[in-house]
Every structure is written in C-alpha cells, then in structure tokens.
C-alpha cells in the first residue's frame, strides 16, 4: 500500500486501488493535520512517498507516520528523492545550523525501514540518515544519453559535480576523454558566483552535456555556459535530477 502525500507525485508507480486515501488541512493556529481513511491497516508494509519543500510539508509526514503507527502496521519505509537541506551539508558562516542534520535528525526519529533518495548533493545527507537507500543518476543520465549525439561531452560544472561524474562515467562506460571539469568560485556571505573556468584549451565544435544534481536559479549553469562557448563548445545541453528552476527556465534556454 501507498500513502503519497504529494499528488501526482508516485515514486512507486502504485495502482490507484493501492494508494490509501486521506484527507489534510491546516488548523487555524497552523497546525498540519490528516486523517487517513482507509481504516484496516493492521500488518501491513506502507510507501510513504513526499516531497519536503517546507517545515508544513515536514509536519504533514510526522502527522502521516503517527497516524500509521496507531493504526498498527508492520513497517514503512519513504521516499523522498529531493532531500532538502543537501547544500546545507557543513557550516560556511560562524552562526548558521547544519541544516541537513537538522532535518536528517527529524526523519530518522520516524522509524522508517528504508528511506529512499535520489542523487543527493553529496556524501553527508546518506551518511546522516538511518537506513538508507541512495540511488545514483545513472540510469537517468544513461536515458538522456540515449537522446544525444553519442559524441558528446559530459560537462562537470563544479568540484562537487566533479566527485561524482567518474562513477557516473564508470556506470556508463563513457571514456575519460569525454569528461570534462569545470569550477566556480562563490561568495560564501553572499552567494555570488564568479571565477567560471573549463579546464579544456579547446572543445571542437563539440556537443556538450552539463550534469548535476539540483538547478535552483542556474547561475552555475549560465556561468559555465560562458565559458564553455569561450572554448568552442558545440550545442549546449543540461541535465539535473532536481529542477527548482526558481527563476524559470527562459535565461537557461
């Protein structure tokens, strides 16, 4: 049984008679509060599946489990493929929390028997939740391969993305020679990107992919971008497992 608390969100791929139905609102305090209406779970498995944008939809899946547990089932386990708090994975200022523990902390208190994410930032968030099962892009990646040149270049925009593109390239038997790394410098006060460097004399005319795990407003990638075309980069093309694409997609295209 499936229990997907951002519709039509389905991980599990669940038939429409294996999701439970539930109702959500919000008490006039703020409070979050469900009321699941499939009433006769006793022993069962559920997948809880959700996406966390926010300390409401944080409250939404605490509400969900405790509601669970008093309805006796055997186990559950989660998915929530973007985990938020990723980037938030050490302290960069005197005076800021660490985020993903913080939230790494408030799952690993539900009880889960697996939790599941997808791509994460880096190393810290699957070292600081129990249980879990971080599942790589490399299928993903290997699907939007399959609808490029086969000569393309995979584009590493940073030191983070950098750590992982040689898995990346192992997984899917991509040469060396068609990895290329990029860096950035970034304001850690500010956030402000500048410093953009291809550590390539030339490209040919060459396609090129840009892989990474989260775009938020893009500047690394139209950063990158600049830099690549400055080395005779080819036709531009971008791939990340979490688009938040908070400035919208028009200054990327």
């Known amino acids: 049984m499936v229990l ?3 519709p039509p969100f389905n991980p599990f791929q669940a038939s429409p008679d294996d999701c439970l139905r ?29 996406r966390l944008d926010s300390f409401q939809s944080f409250g939404y899946l605490m509400m969900a489990v405790d509601a669970l547990k008093r309805m006796n089932i055997a186990s559950f386990d989660l998915c929530i493929p ?22 790494a902390d408030l799952i ?22 129990s249980h879990v099962n971080d599942i790589p892009n490399h299928d993903f990646i290997g699907q ?5 040149p086969p000569d393309i270049y995979l584009i590493a925009p940073d030191a983070g993305a950098s750590k992982k593109i040689h898995d990346l390239a192992a997984a899917l038997e991509i040469p060396g020679d068609r990895l290329i790394f990029c860096s950035k410098k970034r304001d850690v006060a500010t956030g402000k990107l500048s410093g953009f460097e291809v550590y390539a004399d030339d490209l040919y005319g060459k396609p090129c992919l840009l ?23 080819g036709k531009l093309y971008l791939a ?11 200054e990327l295209s």
């Open 240 to 250: 990340v497992s979490h688009g938040i694409f908070n400035k919208g997609s028009e």
């Open 82 to 103: 973007y985990f938020p708090g990723a980037r938030q994975d050490r302290v960069m200022v005197p005076g800021e929390p660490l985020t993903s523990k913080v939230l």
């Open 108 to 129: 690993n208190q539900l009880g889960a028997k697996c939790v599941h994410i997808f791509d994460p930032h880096s190393s810290v968030t699957p070292a600081l939740l």
């Open 4 to 6: 997907n608390l951002t």
């Open 211 to 233: 892989v990474d795990d989260i775009c938020d407003g893009g500047g690394t990638f139209i950063g990158t971008a600049k830099a690549l075309k400055a080395k005779n980069a």
């Open 22 to 50: 539930y109702k959500t609102f919000t008490f006039p305090g703020g409070e979050p509060h469900i009321t699941i209406k499939d009433c006769e779970l006793t022993g069962c498995h559920i997948h809880v599946s959700t």
């Open 144 to 148: 939007c391969l399959g609808m490029l």
